[in-house]
Protein backbone atom coordinates (compact mmCIF):
# COMPACT_ATOMS: atom_id res chain seq x y z
CA UNK A 1 0.00 0.00 0.00
CA UNK A 2 0.76 4.00 -0.01
CA UNK A 3 3.56 4.53 2.11
CA UNK A 4 4.85 7.75 3.48
CA UNK A 5 7.74 7.96 5.33
CA UNK A 6 8.78 11.08 7.70
CA UNK A 7 12.31 11.96 8.81
CA UNK A 8 13.19 12.59 11.69
CA UNK A 9 11.57 10.90 14.23
CA UNK A 10 11.91 13.64 16.72
CA UNK A 11 14.25 16.41 17.25
CA UNK A 12 15.47 18.50 20.52
CA UNK A 13 17.16 21.63 19.93
CA UNK A 14 18.30 25.14 21.67
CA UNK A 15 15.97 27.81 20.54
CA UNK A 16 16.93 29.95 17.69
CA UNK A 17 18.09 26.93 15.78
CA UNK A 18 16.09 26.18 12.58
CA UNK A 19 14.98 22.61 11.72
CA UNK A 20 14.34 20.93 8.42
CA UNK A 21 11.31 18.07 8.22
CA UNK A 22 11.48 15.61 5.26
CA UNK A 23 8.09 13.67 3.91
CA UNK A 24 8.90 11.25 0.82
CA UNK A 25 6.22 9.16 -0.91
CA UNK A 26 7.87 5.98 -1.21
CA UNK A 27 5.18 4.13 -3.97
CA UNK A 28 3.31 6.73 -5.64
CA UNK A 29 3.98 10.29 -6.63
CA UNK A 30 2.69 13.30 -4.71
CA UNK A 31 1.86 16.76 -6.59
CA UNK A 32 0.16 17.62 -3.19
CA UNK A 33 1.46 17.10 0.45
CA UNK A 34 -0.14 18.44 3.30
CA UNK A 35 1.23 19.61 6.47
CA UNK A 36 -0.18 19.02 9.51
CA UNK A 37 0.71 20.36 13.39
CA UNK A 38 -1.11 18.69 16.60
CA UNK A 39 -0.53 19.98 20.30
CA UNK A 40 -0.95 17.12 23.04
CA UNK A 41 -4.29 16.19 23.61
CA UNK A 42 -5.31 18.17 20.62
CA UNK A 43 -6.46 17.14 16.81
CA UNK A 44 -4.49 17.76 13.53
CA UNK A 45 -4.73 21.41 12.00
CA UNK A 46 -3.69 21.96 8.75
CA UNK A 47 -0.39 24.45 8.22
CA UNK A 48 -0.19 24.22 4.70
CA UNK A 49 -0.69 22.28 1.46
CA UNK A 50 2.85 21.95 -0.18
CA UNK A 51 2.73 22.10 -3.99
CA UNK A 52 4.96 20.09 -6.83
CA UNK A 53 6.82 22.73 -8.46
CA UNK A 54 5.06 25.86 -6.77
CA UNK A 55 4.31 27.54 -3.97
CA UNK A 56 2.85 26.37 -0.61
CA UNK A 57 -0.56 27.56 0.38
CA UNK A 58 -1.00 28.78 3.88
CA UNK A 59 -3.92 28.52 6.17
CA UNK A 60 -4.87 31.71 7.87
CA UNK A 61 -2.61 32.26 11.18
CA UNK A 62 0.61 30.11 9.59
CA UNK A 63 3.71 32.52 9.27
CA UNK A 64 5.22 31.35 5.83
CA UNK A 65 8.45 33.24 6.95
CA UNK A 66 8.97 30.93 10.02
CA UNK A 67 7.56 27.79 8.42
CA UNK A 68 9.49 27.16 5.11
CA UNK A 69 8.09 24.20 2.62
CA UNK A 70 9.44 23.46 -0.32
CA UNK A 71 8.33 20.60 -2.82
CA UNK A 72 10.83 19.92 -5.03
CA UNK A 73 10.07 16.84 -6.52
CA UNK A 74 7.14 14.18 -6.59
CA UNK A 75 8.18 12.49 -3.95
CA UNK A 76 9.80 15.24 -1.14
CA UNK A 77 8.48 17.83 0.43
CA UNK A 78 10.22 19.55 3.55
CA UNK A 79 9.00 21.41 5.93
CA UNK A 80 11.77 24.15 7.53
CA UNK A 81 10.77 25.68 11.01
CA UNK A 82 13.37 28.59 11.16
CA UNK A 83 14.51 30.22 14.38
CA UNK A 84 12.84 27.77 16.38
CA UNK A 85 11.73 28.84 19.66
CA UNK A 86 9.89 26.81 22.64
CA UNK A 87 6.72 27.53 21.33
CA UNK A 88 7.40 25.97 18.52
CA UNK A 89 7.60 22.86 20.11
CA UNK A 90 4.90 20.19 18.70
CA UNK A 91 4.18 17.10 16.83
CA UNK A 92 4.38 17.82 12.77
CA UNK A 93 3.13 15.30 10.59
CA UNK A 94 3.11 15.66 7.20
CA UNK A 95 0.43 13.43 4.30
CA UNK A 96 -0.06 12.33 1.22
CA UNK A 97 -2.38 10.39 -1.31
CA UNK A 98 -2.27 8.88 -4.99
CA UNK A 99 -5.24 10.89 -5.45
CA UNK A 100 -3.20 14.23 -4.71
CA UNK A 101 -5.61 17.04 -4.26
CA UNK A 102 -8.54 15.20 -5.84
CA UNK A 103 -9.93 14.19 -2.24
CA UNK A 104 -10.81 10.27 -3.97
CA UNK A 105 -8.61 8.75 -1.93
CA UNK A 106 -7.24 8.76 1.32
CA UNK A 107 -4.10 10.23 2.20
CA UNK A 108 -1.36 8.28 4.09
CA UNK A 109 0.56 10.13 7.11
CA UNK A 110 3.92 10.12 8.14
CA UNK A 111 5.18 8.34 11.55
CA UNK A 112 5.27 12.95 12.35
CA UNK A 113 8.17 14.62 13.80
CA UNK A 114 8.26 15.64 17.42
CA UNK A 115 10.26 18.97 18.13
CA UNK A 116 11.17 20.13 21.36
CA UNK A 117 12.60 23.51 21.60
CA UNK A 118 15.00 24.45 24.61
CA UNK B 1 -15.52 28.09 7.60
CA UNK B 2 -15.77 24.16 7.68
CA UNK B 3 -16.19 22.62 10.62
CA UNK B 4 -16.03 18.45 11.89
CA UNK B 5 -17.51 17.91 15.55
CA UNK B 6 -17.00 14.59 17.28
CA UNK B 7 -18.76 12.91 20.37
CA UNK B 8 -18.16 11.82 22.50
CA UNK B 9 -14.60 13.32 23.14
CA UNK B 10 -13.57 10.05 25.56
CA UNK B 11 -15.34 7.15 26.23
CA UNK B 12 -14.36 4.39 28.70
CA UNK B 13 -15.58 0.76 28.63
CA UNK B 14 -14.90 -2.80 29.11
CA UNK B 15 -13.91 -5.38 26.76
CA UNK B 16 -16.36 -6.86 24.65
CA UNK B 17 -18.60 -3.65 25.12
CA UNK B 18 -20.05 -2.35 21.63
CA UNK B 19 -18.99 1.49 21.12
CA UNK B 20 -20.34 4.43 18.73
CA UNK B 21 -18.24 7.18 17.85
CA UNK B 22 -20.13 9.68 16.21
CA UNK B 23 -18.89 12.81 13.58
CA UNK B 24 -21.44 15.33 12.50
CA UNK B 25 -19.97 18.20 10.43
CA UNK B 26 -20.66 21.03 7.70
CA UNK B 27 -18.57 21.75 4.85
CA UNK B 28 -18.61 23.61 1.52
CA UNK B 29 -18.02 21.22 -1.22
CA UNK B 30 -17.73 17.87 0.49
CA UNK B 31 -15.33 15.62 -1.10
CA UNK B 32 -15.11 12.54 1.48
CA UNK B 33 -15.35 11.55 5.02
CA UNK B 34 -12.61 9.63 6.40
CA UNK B 35 -11.82 8.21 9.92
CA UNK B 36 -8.22 7.20 11.35
CA UNK B 37 -7.05 5.26 14.84
CA UNK B 38 -4.41 7.27 16.35
CA UNK B 39 -1.97 5.71 19.23
CA UNK B 40 1.06 6.95 19.55
CA UNK B 41 2.53 8.40 16.41
CA UNK B 42 0.78 9.79 13.05
CA UNK B 43 -3.44 8.43 12.14
CA UNK B 44 -3.37 5.05 10.29
CA UNK B 45 -6.81 5.14 7.89
CA UNK B 46 -9.51 2.93 8.79
CA UNK B 47 -11.96 3.70 6.46
CA UNK B 48 -13.26 6.50 3.90
CA UNK B 49 -16.90 7.21 2.82
CA UNK B 50 -18.46 9.22 0.09
CA UNK B 51 -21.50 7.87 -0.63
CA UNK B 52 -24.68 7.89 1.90
CA UNK B 53 -26.07 4.49 3.56
CA UNK B 54 -23.16 2.28 2.14
CA UNK B 55 -21.47 0.36 5.32
CA UNK B 56 -17.89 0.03 4.96
CA UNK B 57 -16.72 -2.97 7.61
CA UNK B 58 -13.37 -4.00 8.54
CA UNK B 59 -13.18 -6.99 11.17
CA UNK B 60 -15.12 -5.64 14.00
CA UNK B 61 -15.31 -2.04 12.79
CA UNK B 62 -17.36 -0.67 10.87
CA UNK B 63 -18.58 2.63 9.48
CA UNK B 64 -21.46 4.65 7.65
CA UNK B 65 -22.30 7.52 6.34
CA UNK B 66 -25.51 10.21 5.98
CA UNK B 67 -24.68 13.37 3.64
CA UNK B 68 -27.99 14.36 4.47
CA UNK B 69 -27.70 14.32 7.80
CA UNK B 70 -24.35 15.30 7.35
CA UNK B 71 -23.40 12.82 9.73
CA UNK B 72 -20.99 9.49 10.48
CA UNK B 73 -20.31 6.86 12.89
CA UNK B 74 -17.91 4.49 13.71
CA UNK B 75 -19.83 1.55 15.17
CA UNK B 76 -16.51 -1.41 16.64
CA UNK B 77 -18.10 -4.11 18.29
CA UNK B 78 -16.78 -6.88 21.01
CA UNK B 79 -14.14 -3.73 21.88
CA UNK B 80 -10.55 -5.23 22.91
CA UNK B 81 -7.83 -3.51 24.79
CA UNK B 82 -5.39 -2.87 21.58
CA UNK B 83 -9.02 -0.91 20.60
CA UNK B 84 -7.90 1.57 22.97
CA UNK B 85 -6.53 4.93 20.51
CA UNK B 86 -7.94 8.60 19.67
CA UNK B 87 -10.46 8.14 16.80
CA UNK B 88 -10.09 11.06 14.24
CA UNK B 89 -12.43 11.69 11.75
CA UNK B 90 -11.42 14.30 9.05
CA UNK B 91 -13.47 15.77 6.24
CA UNK B 92 -12.18 16.50 2.69
CA UNK B 93 -13.18 19.60 0.50
CA UNK B 94 -11.91 21.07 -1.84
CA UNK B 95 -8.38 20.71 -3.57
CA UNK B 96 -8.05 17.62 -0.76
CA UNK B 97 -8.10 19.64 2.18
CA UNK B 98 -8.81 17.79 5.07
CA UNK B 99 -10.36 19.27 8.27
CA UNK B 100 -9.98 17.07 11.34
CA UNK B 101 -12.75 16.78 14.74
CA UNK B 102 -10.87 16.95 18.14
CA UNK B 103 -11.12 12.90 18.48
CA UNK B 104 -13.08 10.45 20.18
CA UNK B 105 -10.09 9.07 23.02
CA UNK B 106 -11.24 5.26 23.37
CA UNK B 107 -9.89 3.35 26.72
CA UNK B 108 -10.79 -0.11 26.75
CA UNK B 109 -10.21 -1.68 30.41
CA UNK B 110 -9.70 -5.17 30.59
Redesign the interface.
Known amino acids: GAVVS ?1 HPSRVICKSGTSVKIECRSLDFQAT ?1 M ?1 WYRQFPK ?5 MA ?1 SNEGSKA ?1 YEQGVEKDKFLINHASLTLSTLTVTSAHPEDSSFY ?1 C ?1 A ?1 P ?14 TRLSIL | EDKVVQSPLSLVVHEGDTVTLNCSYEVTNFRSLLWYKQEKKAPTFLFMLTSSGIEKKSGRLSSILDKKELFSILNITATQTGDSAVYLCAVVANAGKSTFGDGTTLTVKP
Open positions: QTFQSLMLTTISGGGSRGNQPQHFGDG
